[in-house]
């Protein structure tokens, strides 16, 4: 079920999340927030993962994969060679 409900935003660029919003994303003082921006103007706010969570949920999306890590390490240090200096190679 959609819910929306409407803020202002103060002159320092803050907006309080309503009450309603906020218990249905089970959001709490000091919980962290992102914003997603679409290409079409669309804003998205949700509660941020930590990033252990993102990582684990990205590793259970690729696990019924197969990925040749070497052919993938080759790649990364073939397209990232370019634009190294000789120090840093």
């Known amino acids: 079920m959609a819910v929306s409900d409407d803020a202002t935003l103060t002159s320092k660029g ?3 999340i309503p009450k ?5 994303l089970g959001l709490e003082a000091g919980t962290e927030v992102e914003f997603i921006l679409d290409d079409d103007g ?24 197969e990925i040749d890590i070497d052919r ?14 000789e120090e840093q190679s």
Request: hydrophobic share 30%; proline share 9%.
């Open 42 to 65: 669309s804003l998205h706010v949700r509660p941020k993962e930590p990033p252990m969570e993102r990582l684990e949920a990205i590793r259970e999306q690729l696990s019924g994969r």
């Open 14 to 16: 803050q907006v309080t």
């Open 72 to 85: 993938m390490r080759q790649d990364s240090e073939g397209a990232w060679e370019p634009h190294l200096t």
């Open 20 to 24: 309603r919003i906020r218990e249905q």
